[in-house]
């Protein structure tokens, strides 16, 4: 795993913004020097460039635990190669449709 160096909350220090692809600081709220992150996300204590993810996941997988016909309930698991581009993402989320 990469160490990482600076955070949100120390660019923040020093008005500036934190860019986590390339772990350094850019000017404040100024993410175009950010590559794929170009939106800027103001938290209570720092502010971080942001962008869709640019590499799915790994794998996903869904286990269907409720046996129940015409319901679904279970578990999704989502791997990611940690040590890959996209080791900033934080979250996703999982939109259901037919």
């Known amino acids: 795993m990469a160490l990482v160096t600076f955070s949100g909350r120390t660019c923040a220090l020093g008005q500036k913004t934190y860019c986590a ?10 993410c175009s020097g950010c590559p794929d992150q170009k939106t800027t996300y103001s938290g209570p204590e ?5 962008g869709v993810p640019t590499k ?3 794998n996903v997988s869904f286990t269907d635990f409720d046996m129940l016909m ?7 698991d989502i791997k990611q190669d940690r040590s890959s581009k996209s080791m900033d993402v934080e979250s996703y989320v999982l939109r259901w449709g037919r």
């Open 70 to 76: 015409g319901s679904v309930g279970g578990y999704v």
């Open 21 to 30: 692809v390339k772990d350094t600081c850019v000017p404040e709220r100024d």
């Open 56 to 58: 799915l996941p790994d």
């Open 46 to 50: 720092s502010n971080m460039c942001v």
